[in-house]
Each structure stands twice: as structure tokens, then as C-alpha cells.
């Protein structure tokens, strides 16, 4: 007799192992995919920052301390020429202090057309200094850049005033309100110069003190309306005589044009100083 064949058992369980390979590649997938995600912070936040430093060189509030050297580099810009531009220049003058005014921080920011022309912008102290300093604060050179472009296309001479209240300072930079008007004007006119081109010899920057109050100095209040810096725009260039004009220096003698200079004398002992009254300390607040 023949020897019956034995019939192979087919097995339907095959696809298992292809869903297990399936499985096992998946999780692989899913594991690379959450350890890539898993950043390090600390790296990541320094990487941000160089990456900000980088592309924002300017961002540092404490730039507006910076020292401004003489003779730098300024960009070349001229008053045009344009009929009708002086209107126009006025005009956007009005919509830059207008425009201004809308931030709660610039809102204190004024404008006053004279009748003989003249244009008086009136700036309080708090947007351009911190207490008691004259360093133009960061903040404030968007609207002093904006106030530049203007003065540009005026083509007019401009005087920069410096106001302080009656409560007086004594520090080692200033030793009065006569140094820390001053120099806050000064500072106001080398950034109009220095850094947006406005021409040096249409600037001039004065000291008041607090000898042309606006209001007086009772109340806090009052002495914040007081501590200010006028930008006085001119309809006429102020007038002004060389000391030795070309034709008379010429057929001059040289002898005749010496000038004997004196050094000023400094005071000699603290004596000297002008003292002034006392105050309680919320009076010194600035």
C-alpha cells in the first residue's frame, strides 16, 4: 500500500510578525522624534540672546549714557530747496508733536507758533532725563531724530533752553541748577548735531536755571512744569558781527589785533561757594 501523504497545516498568524516589525519601527520613529524635541533650555536662551545682541546692537537701554565724542561721524543732509517746504516742514512739526502726544509718555510735549514767527517746543525733563542727570535717555531720541528732520528742512537757527525748579542740587557734576540746566541743553543740541546732522552753527544752547519759571514752585506739580527744555526754533537768524572782519583785519595791524586773555579765577576756598537754604528730603525729589 501506498503511504498516505501528510497534509501541511497552513498558518494564518503570519501577518503577526510583519505588525511587530511595523510596531517596533514606530516606537523607534516616536523616540527620535522626543529626543530631538527635548531642547536645553539654558543652551537655547543663550543662543537667543547672541542671536538678538546680534541683530540688535541698540537694544541696550543703558546706551543713553554714552559719551558723545566730538567730530564723529554724522550723515550728510541739507535743508531742500523746494518752494513751499517751509509750510510744510511747520506743518509736519505740528503732526510730530501732534502724533506725540498720543503716548501717554510724550503727552506732556507742547507747541507754541509766536506771531513774529518764532516756534517754541516745550519738553518736559522727565522724557529726556532720569533725576538729577543730563544723559538723554534712550527713549527720547526717536522724537529728538523726528525734531531734527524738521529743523533740517526749516533751515533755521535754533536755541536750545535748559529750565530747572527752584529746589536746589549739589552733587560732584553739578554743583548747582546753572551746570545742570546747561549741560542738559548742551546735550540736546549735540544730539541734534551729532547724531541726526542738524548744522552746529544753527545751534545754541543756554542755561536758565530756575530764573524763568512757568509756574511756581509750590507744589510738585508745579515744579515739574518748571523743569523743562525749550527748543526755540527762530523766523530770524539771530544777529551776529565776527569780532575781525576780512576788510579790517587786512589792512590792520597784526599788533593792533592782540587780545590779552585772563584765566577765570577759581574759587579759592569752599567759603566761596553760594550757599543755599535747606530742604526736606521730599522737596529734593526731581
Do not use: C
Not at 517746504?85 to 512739526?93: D, F, I, M
Not at 518764532?118 to 531724530?145: C, M, V
Not at 536750545?160 to 549741560?183: C, K, M, Y
Request: aromatic share 8%.
Amino acid at each position: 500500500m501506498a503511504k498516505q501523504k501528510h497534509e501541511e497545516h497552513e498558518n494564518h498568524e503570519r501577518w503577526l510578525v510583519s505588525y511587530a516589525d511595523f510596531i517596533t519601527l514606530l516606537f523607534a520613529f516616536f523616540v527620535v522624534m522626543y529626543s530631538v524635541s527635548a531642547v536645553n533650555e539654558g543652551k537655547f536662551r543663550t543662543v537667543s540672546e547672541s542671536i538678538r545682541a546680534a541683530l540688535r546692537p541698540v537694544s541696550n537701554p543703558e546706551v543713553s549714557q554714552m559719551i558723545f565724542s566730538v567730530g564723529q561721524y554724522r550723515p550728510a543732509m541739507k535743508a531742500p530747496s523746494i518752494p513751499g517746504s517751509k509750510e510744510l516742514a511747520v506743518r509736519r512739526l505740528r503732526e510730530l508733536v501732534k502724533s506725540s502726544q498720543t503716548s501717554s509718555q510724550f503727552a506732556l510735549i507742547h507747541m507754541l507758533e509766536k506771531e513774529d514767527g518764532d516756534i517754541i517746543i516745550t519738553i518736559p525733563d522727565s522724557i529726556l532725563f532720569k533725576s538729577g542727570e543730563a544723559a538723554i535717555r534712550q527713549e527720547a531720541l526717536s522724537f529728538l531724530k523726528g525734531l531734527a528732520g524738521a529743523l533740517l528742512e526749516l533751515n533755521r537757527h535754533v536755541r536750545v533752553e535748559g529750565h530747572t525748579d527752584n529746589v536746589p542740587i549739589r552733587t560732584a557734576q553739578f554743583p548747582s541748577n546753572w551746570e545742570l540746566s546747561a549741560t542738559r541743553a548742551v546735550m540736546v543740541v549735540r544730539v541734534l548735531s551729532e547724531l541726526y546732522g542738524v548744522p552746529s552753527d544753527h545751534l545754541a544752547a543756554i542755561g536758565y536755571a530756575d530764573t524763568r519759571p512757568v509756574a511756581s514752585n509750590l507744589t510738585p506739580d508745579q515744579r515739574a512744569k518748571n523743569r523743562r527744555v525749550e527748543v526755540i526754533i527762530l523766523e530770524h537768524a539771530p544777529a551776529f558781527s565776527p569780532r575781525f572782519p576780512e576788510d579790517e583785519r587786512e589792512g590792520s595791524d597784526q599788533s593792533s589785533n592782540r587780545i590779552e586773555s585772563f584765566p577765570p579765577r577759581p574759587f579759592s576756598t569752599g567759603s566761596d561757594l553760594p550757599k543755599s537754604p535747606d530742604f526736606q528730603k521730599e522737596d529734593m525729589v526731581r
